[in-house]
């Protein structure tokens, strides 16, 4: 049977009848639009242009995620075609539009994505010389300060230092390091420590008053075992399992949405919370997104390869913990001798640390120290930006060339226009000039040789320290 021929023009003058309250039947029959062909593109099932059919998002959605992209790119987070495919396809798992069982969208569906937009394009990430990015990174501090101040002035802030948070995670491993030990100068010193090194992280948060938010753990492995695994733990503590033991999207936000969030006093019709945290891509959902504006939270994401001289928790807090859970877990192998480290013993030596690292006077010590309250963005120690030293893989008679001439060190660059991901300011990220600094280890570096790398989405076009007064 011959399809029904119509004018284009007028299935979008049908479309936006329905919108303004029409019914689809009439709208159909006034327009000569067949009625199925205009409902279909009321319920979203087809574009409303038609000229694809059956995408899994609408233009709505695409145009959310490609914002998303493309700020996160611009910031020095750039996502890979893998990184872009488990962000849809998280997306629709939230949406019910995938089953959790599913394997992850296409790459069919991708280049059919990019396809769509056109603003979007695959590239090399772009290198800067050493000096430039030297440079840059005072231009970097200056952007920070200037948008972090802007948040702080226009939710009055700066006179509400417990609406101020700051969330970070570490990582605690079986296998510990072991501190300095007096020994026979002629005698090669050794430790005792557990084999077959595992990692336990810990999610940990405090504002800028001194109170800290219980700790929360993710083990590896996958059954949770919660009365073995959380035994000896601070009160209040809470964790779950992930098969490498390390963080990911879902994690921190079942973290902000279960746990972090009954721990703190906030009203959603008041002045709203602003949670400052390192915005690595694999941690920043649009799902958490959303959460967070249904909320009335800020997530103010550090820029990159900077959260060792912004970040209070890195700054004052995680350096002292991690000191601490080195001294227990050598006293305990001591005491213990034979037995190794094992996840269950993890919850009960990190109780202390954790307790003495994230106290009220490191906590306050460190926010004042990275000039977020106080508000000084004259705190952070500048000399602490140089650019880190990156070594490529090089043949033998390269290594001899580059010896002798002396060769510069490129580095990553990225873009230093700033602005907020969202009208209402609820994922606030700073487009900041990448300066490369060494990142923690858990992080997936971008500063790989230019032949491994993954060519990233962009826009087209372009354009641990101690001071007197911490607690160890």
């Not at 008053?209 to 035994?231: C, H, M, Q, S, T």
């Not at 309250?373 to 043949?395: G, H, M, Q, R």
Request: net charge neutral; glycine share 6%.
């Amino acid at each position: 049977m011959k399809k029904k021929q119509y004018d284009p023009n007028a299935l979008k003058y049908a479309y936006d009848a329905v919108q303004n309250g029409m019914s689809v039947y009439k709208a159909a029959k006034n327009y000569g639009i067949p009625e199925s062909t205009l409902r279909d593109r009321t319920l979203g099932f087809v574009s409303v242009d038609g000229r694809c059919s059956n995408y899994l998002f609408d233009e709505g959605t695409e145009k959310k995620m490609v914002d998303h992209i493309a700020h996160m790119a611009s910031i020095g987070y750039g996502y890979s075609r893998i990184d872009v495919t488990y962000l849809a396809t998280d997306l629709a798992m939230f949406m019910g539009k995938r089953k959790p069982q599913e394997d992850i969208l296409s790459n069919k569906w991708y280049y059919s994505f990019i396809k769509r937009w056109p603003n979007l394009t695959i590239s090399k990430p772009q290198k800067l010389s050493m000096q430039r990015a030297r440079c840059a990174s005072k231009e970097t501090l200056s952007n920070y300060y200037k948008e972090l101040g802007t948040i702080m002035t226009k939710n009055n802030l700066h006179e509400q230092p417990h609406k101020i948070f700051n969330m970070d995670e570490s990582a605690l491993q079986t296998e510990h390091s072991p501190g300095k030990i007096v020994h026979d100068i002629v005698v090669k010193p050794q430790s005792v420590t557990s084999p077959r090194s595992s990692n336990v992280t810990i999610i940990g948060a405090g504002n800028a008053i001194g109170n800290a938010v219980p700790p929360y753990y993710v083990f590896p492995g996958v059954k949770f075992d919660r009365a073995l695994l959380l035994d000896g733990t601070p009160p209040g503590s809470d964790g779950q399992c992930s098969k490498s033991g390390w963080s990911n999207s879902d994690i921190l936000k079942t973290y902000l949405e279960k746990h972090f969030y009954k721990y703190v006093s906030h009203d959603i019709s008041g002045t709203p919370l602003l949670i400052l945290f390192d915005g690595h891509r694999s941690h920043v959902s649009l799902t958490l997104q959303d959460w967070a504006e249904s909320k009335n939270i800020i997530l103010f994401i550090l820029p990159p390869h900077c959260s060792h001289i912004l970040q209070p928790l890195d700054i004052g807090c995680f350096g002292p913990l991690n000191a601490c859970y080195n001294r227990e877990a050598q006293l305990f192998m001591r005491k213990n001798p034979g037995c190794k480290i094992t996840r269950y013993n993890i919850g009960q030596m990190s109780c202390s640390p954790y307790q003495k690292g994230l106290s009220a006077q490191n906590l306050t010590s460190s926010f004042r120290k990275s000039g977020i309250y106080p508000f000084n963005p004259k705190a952070v120690d500048t000399s602490e930006l140089a650019p880190a030293t990156i070594y490529p893989t090089a043949t033998s008679d390269e290594a001899t060339e580059s010896a002798m001439n002396n060769t510069h060190i490129s580095q990553d660059d990225g873009n230093t226009s700033s602005q907020q991901f969202s009208k209402a300011a609820t994922l606030t990220i700073q487009q900041f000039e990448v300066s490369s600094s060494a990142q923690k280890e858990h992080e997936i570096s971008s500063d790989h040789d230019e032949s491994n790398s993954q060519p990233l989405l962009s826009l087209v076009p372009p354009e641990n320290r101690y001071s007197d007064d911490m607690q160890i």
